[in-house]
């Protein structure tokens, strides 16, 4: 796993240098530094506001929340959009440079903190510190085994009666069946092939991979971590290509 892990950090490293807005929010039309800043972050506003709609709705949450946490923050795009509807919001990411680029965008923007975590857990934040954590189109990027320790990580920093919500991809869809039978032959060649073949077919090694869980993995993850399922709806950031879900769990309230 820490191989794995090594080399999440290094794409992300790359991709923040590179191509951080893209790599975010990756329109064809938009690769090679083509996103308008000020467009770029309405997408955040959009994105925010309609997934704590579904919390609102579908889990009871408030219209405002005293701590957020935003896994996977990238630049801040959404760490700004939920700034309007918290007390404090806290932005983690394992990109140094994606960081670094996020406090230039967040700025004076006083209820918002980004932080760097280049670590497999998250153990810098205290067991119950947010009442909501939120992780949209991040652990899509990551084998299951080092997201289901964010998962469990997300159950412990989350306060109790608190909520946790993300989004994972669960398996192509049938018009999709065709990238992931080249990803499996991919994956499967020797001696590092697999990332020369990327590097060639992308002109680079920073390749943003697609994790694929299925539901009743993440179900079991949550439960064991000690998570209810409140809600849980088709949700297609993982493309058009694939069958991801909403979900969106609570904390058990103290006793």
């Known amino acids: 796993m820490q191989d794995s892990f090594e080399q999440l950090k290094r794409t992300w490293q790359t991709l923040g240098r590179d191509d951080p807005l893209w790599a975010v929010v990756s ?33 009871g949450c408030p219209d405002r929340f005293r701590h957020v946490l935003d896994f996977g923050c990238g630049v801040g795009r959404l760490c700004l959009a939920w700034s309007k509807s918290a007390g404090l919001v806290t932005g983690v990411d394992v990109s140094a440079s994606m960081i670094e680029l996020g406090k230039q965008l967040v700025n004076e923007t006083r209820n918002v903190e980004l932080v760097l975590n280049e670590q497999d857990n998250l153990k810098r934040f ?34 109790a009666d608190g909520w946790v919500a993300f989004q994972v991809p669960a398996r192509h869809s049938n018009s999709g069946l065709l990238p992931a039978i080249r990803k499996r032959l991919v994956d499967g060649l020797p001696f590092g092939l697999g990332r020369r073949y990327r590097n060639w077919r992308h002109g680079t090694d920073a390749i ?17 971590a000690g998570l209810q399922l409140i809600h849980r709806e088709p949700d297609k950031s993982a493309g058009e290509a694939s069958e991801g879900f909403f979900y969106v769990f609570r904390k058990a309230p103290a006793k």
């Open 208 to 224: 943003f991979e697609m994790h694929f869980t299925p539901v009743s993995v993440v179900l079991e993850t949550a439960s064991v």
């Open 27 to 59: 329109l064809a039309d938009k690769r090679g530094g083509k996103w308008d800043v000020r467009e770029f972050l309405q997408t955040g506003d959009r994105d925010v506001g309609r997934y704590h709609e579904i919390l609102k709705l579908q889990a």
């Open 126 to 159: 205290a067991t119950g510190q947010f009442d909501l954590v939120c992780s949209l189109a991040c652990l899509q990027h990551m084998p299951w085994d080092i997201a289901a320790n964010y998962v469990r990580e997300f159950a412990r920093v989350c306060s």
